[in-house]
């Protein structure tokens, strides 16, 4: 049984590599349109066999990992790790030790992984169906499938490895992925640009990850999520010659002596638990940075959008169902150390909140259909941040259950899209179609179904896992707030005397896992205001979100036909094989949350208990009441906010748009225009009871009066709408339609003075380095120069040449024989001249 | 006596040895025509065996005289291949000019070139006759520049 275990956990990553290596090595030539074939089984193969780990995960008991190591990677003696005591900062924590690093390729399955094994599987498999009928004819069609083949590898290597580095390295294999995918049109400028600023942004992010990695490596002293023997599986450890490796950090005093503890083990915490304080916050924050880059969260966001570019299933499977949530994986996966730092915690939700409330915002105004999905996947990344920064089981639980929920609903919404745009001939600017509702009836339905999740209406998936992470975000604030005034009122009591049975009151109830505890009475206060505010912030999300869905839908598929010429004779129904992954992605976005959220009907959470049998999960954060119950009145106000949104979105969008229109004038201030308008200001000096005091005051003889008054009005009129001019640039229709310039602020702040500076590294490189390359090169042939005039090729130049240097030679090196010349010479000559 | 004699004789031949060679090396250094240049490097030849054979008489020694007899055998082989090569020379370009032979010169430099050579005259030139008043005849100077007859 455990074998076949191993088996299938290998099978998993293996089965698309060798698919994605047949379709490369076969496809250009043997397989040609045939190359899907390799592809699809494979990923069929690997979903069945995810299915299988993550119900053998399931029927484990609670705590269940499965740790294999296939190979040793790396195996260095004696390397270097800070010493850290478990106690705190003390000057031990200046002395170096030396320790032993093996970096052993292992995969482990437990209930996360095995979740999240089954999600990028199953979206891959119907995607790359799908794929199937929208890439046919593509040159690049078995390039195509290889790079899902290798994408899918990366992608379930990165949630099965065990390891931080190993994580790191797929992380960044998935990057390479995904920017091969995004610009799979190579030729297309914008494609290209696109793929190139995907995988600049994520450098920026992974570049933190890699720091969070170090971090760990200097605090810990391993990267193991598991438990190791002290050099095992080290080869040496393999051959029988034990050495003796100094490991006095991770040394569990419950376990085995010499037992190296896991970095998220559970009996890390026997051994001095997680760092806190300002370690454990740094890690936290950039472990952060690397998830904002892979998940696409606010300061690292601006790449998803354009990622766009690439093909649309690619847009489905990897910007909206699988890749972006590794960052979601990943701190889920971390969570007992963010755990551990609670304001590492409240940055992730703020960082969540912000996201979602900013990319909500600007999808509200995008006229490009697959645009407004990106930036829904970006506010809904920034859902599962906000679930996962509450830091309690039932929101890390949510976090993930919207992480599931969102795959099956987006990756609807992304291959309708896509299906539009097979029928619009590539066109997919929202305000050149409309009313393709009879025209495309299934792509229509099934969009629907996703847009009622992506809303948040009841019963379908979003409304449960979007209601699971509010009602975790209030639960959580709602705890903190509880706690501080339960302080509030022991340290009344121990003020006035009557609490002397309570020792140390208030901030040594620690007995009792408790929200917050831990936590100054300040930071406490703070904190449960600012997860009441993510709340709020979460709720108008919502709204927001249900308002671009139900906009999206209705300007692509209600109102008057209209279809672009693009589309003139290919305006139908997409073919089967894109159909129904459609559908089948329709009936699980309607369904998967209720199948997987009871906690309305007998207050079980299947899901939440699937997920709290994580190892590292269940021994780290508190597992509280909240876990499986439902909560009314949350339900009813998220249900009103997107029933809202909805309802706003077909005021203005069906029938006819006047009230749009109306919205986005006021919206846009253009009252405000007429304010700037010249022609009008000019036209107030034409009324006549103006003209009348004009002429008044020149029949008394102060014209001058007048005119001073005129200038002094004109001045004021100048002050008052300079700053209604720039308002009007900084409108909310503007700023979200521009996407808060973002991309503008980062060009004007980060691009233009690093191009700046490569213009001026380039411009030192090309003429200075080189130049001095090139002198050194010139100097051999530029002596050259001066002897060349010599080489004439003339006969008697040469004797001549000879002959004389012979001669000088002869004078020069021999001076007996010069001398003799002399001498003979003056003698004759002295002879003839007496 | 006989040694004041000896060493007189000795300066005499050396100074028509040097002569010689040093009229061979003029000759070679001015001179174009291949032919000349070759007698001009055998007359220096001379002028070394004439030294040769004085030293040889100065020391009492044979070794000079045989010198001689390896420098005439040496000389005779460069002679029959120079007179080869100038053979092959002449017939390939019609030419006896070293100067037309100037491939060996340096990439980029400009060859020698004599001035245009001038129109060969049909008719063979008259010899000058010196006219009635004694008045000297008319020289073509390019003809004198150009020495058409190397």
Known sequence: ?834 | MNDVNEAALLHNYLLVGMVLFVIGMTGFLIRRNLIVMFLCVEMMLQGISLSLAAWGRYHNDWGGQMMILFIIAVASCEAAIALTLVLVVSRRTGNLDVAVWQDLREEGELPFVDRELPEETTERPQSPVLPPAGRQPDVDEDELMHRSHV
Not at chain 1, 2 to 11: F, G
Not at chain 1, 222 to 231: E, F, K, Q, S, V
Not at chain 1, 465 to 479: I, N, P, T, Y
Not at chain 1, 568 to 580: F, I, K
């Open chain 1, 1 to 834: 049984m455990n074998d076949t275990i191993v088996i299938l956990m290998i099978l998993v990553p293996a089965l698309p590599l060798a698919a994605a290596i047949l379709a490369a090595v076969l496809g250009p030539r043997i397989l040609r349109s045939r190359a899907h074939w390799p592809v699809v089984a494979a990923f069929a193969a690997s979903f069945l066999c995810s299915l299988s780990l993550l119900v053998h995960a399931w029927r484990q008991p609670p705590g269940y990992e499965r740790v294999e190591s296939l190979w040793v990677w790396a195996d260095i003696e004696g390397a270097y790790a800070q010493r850290h005591s478990p106690g705190g900062a003390d000057q031990a924590d200046s002395a170096g030790v030396m320790r032993h690093f093996t970096l052993d390729v292992t995969l482990r399955i437990d209930t996360l992984t095995g979740v999240m094994l089954a999600t990028v599987t199953f979206i891959s498999l119907l995607v790359a169906i799908y794929s199937v009928g929208y890439m046919r004819g593509d040159p690049g069609y078995w390039r195509f499938f290889a790079y899902i083949g290798l994408f899918v590898f990366s992608m379930t290597m990165l949630v099965s490895v065990s390891n931080f580095l190993l994580l790191f390295v797929f992380w960044e294999a998935v990057g390479v992925c995904s920017y091969l995918l995004i610009g799979f049109w190579y030729r297309k400028p914008a494609a290209a640009a696109a793929g190139t600023k995907a995988f600049l942004v994520n450098r920026i992010g992974d570049f933190g990850f890699m720091l969070g990695v170090f971090l760990i490596w200097t605090t810990y002293g391993t990267l193991n999520y598991h438990d190791t023997a002290a050099g095992w599986p080290s080869v040496s450890a393999r051959a029988g010659t034990e050495r003796p490796v100094f490991v006095d950090l991770g040394r569990a005093a419950a376990g085995e002596p010499g037992e190296v503890v896991g970095v998220l083990s559970v009996k890390r915490e026997s051994v001095g638990g997680w760092r806190g304080g300002g370690v454990g916050l740094a890690i936290c924050l950039l472990l952060l940075l690397g998830a904002c880059g892979k998940s696409a969260q606010f300061p690292l966001h601006v790449w998803l959008p354009d990622a766009m570019e690439g093909p649309t299933p690619v847009s489905a499977l990897i910007h909206a169902a699988t890749m972006v949530t590794a960052g979601v994986y990943m701190i889920a996966r971390c969570a007992p150390l963010f755990v551990a730092s609670p304001d590492g915690l409240l940055v992730v939700a703020g960082v969540g909140t912000f996201t979602a409330l900013l990319a909500a915002s600007i999808a509200l105004t995008q006229f490009d259909l697959k645009r407004v999905l990106a930036y829904s996947t970006i506010s809904q990344l920034g859902y599962m941040f906000l679930g996962l920064g509450t830091g309690t089981l039932a929101g890390m639980s949510a976090g993930m259950f919207h992480l599931f929920t969102h795959a099956f609903f987006k990756a609807l919404l992304f291959l309708g899209a896509g299906s539009v745009m097979h029928a619009m001939g590539n066109v997919i600017d929202m305000r050149r179609f409309g009313g393709l509702r009879r025209r495309l009836p299934h792509t229509y339905r099934t969009f629907l179904v996703g847009c009622l999740a992506l809303a948040g209406i009841i019963p379908l998936s979003g409304f449960w896992s979007k209601d699971s992470v509010l009602f975790s975000v209030h639960a959580r604030a709602h705890e903190m707030q509880v706690h501080w005034a339960r302080r509030q009122a022991a340290e009344e009591r121990v003020s006035s005397g009557t609490a002397g049975s309570l020792p140390a009151a208030g901030h040594a109830a620690r007995g009792e896992v408790e929200a917050g505890s831990g936590m100054s009475d300040g930071e406490l206060a703070r904190a449960a205001r600012l997860y009441a505010w993510m709340y709020y912030g979460a709720l108008l999300t919502a709204f927001l979100t249900a308002f671009y869905a139900f906009r999206a839908l209705f300007l692509t598929f209600f109102g008057d036909e209209r279809l672009p010429g693009e589309a003139a004779d290919h305006g139908h129904e997409s073919p089967g094989v894109m159909v129904w992954p459609l559908a089948i992605l329709a009936f699980f976005a309607a369904c998967v949350g209720l199948a997987f959220d009871q906690s309305w009907l007998n207050g079980t959470h299947p899901f939440a208990e699937v997920l709290a049998d994580t190892p590292s999960l269940s021994g780290a954060v508190a597992r509280t009441e909240t876990l499986g119950s439902f909560h009314f009145s949350v339900a009813v106000i998220s249900t009103i906010c997107a029933v809202a949104g909805a309802l706003l979105a077909s005021c203005f969008y069906l029938g006819d748009r006047r009230a749009a229109a109306w919205f986005q004038a006021v919206m846009d201030f253009r009252v405000l225009k007429s304010a700037d308008d010249g022609a009008r200001i000019a036209r107030v000096g034409q009324q006549p009871w103006i003209q009348a005091i004009d002429r008044a005051a020149r029949r008394v003889g102060l014209p001058w009066l007048t005119r001073l008054a005129g200038d002094l009005l004109i001045f004021t009129m100048l002050v008052i709408t300079a700053p209604l001019l720039l308002i009007r640039f900084v409108s909310p229709y503007r700023l979200s339609f521009g996407k808060f310039f973002l991309d503008e602020t980062y060009s004007l702040l980060v691009v233009r003075p690093l191009r700046g500076l490569a213009w001026l590294l380039d411009a030192v490189d090309r003429w200075l380095v080189d130049g001095l390359v090139d002198l050194v090169g010139q100097l051999p042939s530029r002596l050259g120069a001066l002897l060349r005039t010599m080489q004439t090729g003339l006969v008697p130049f040469y004797a001549m040449a000879m002959i004389l240097g012979g001669l000088i030679m002869l004078l020069t090196m021999n001076q007996q024989f010069s001398e003799q010349v002399m001498l003979y010479l003056h003698r004759l000559l002295g002879g003839m001249t007496p």
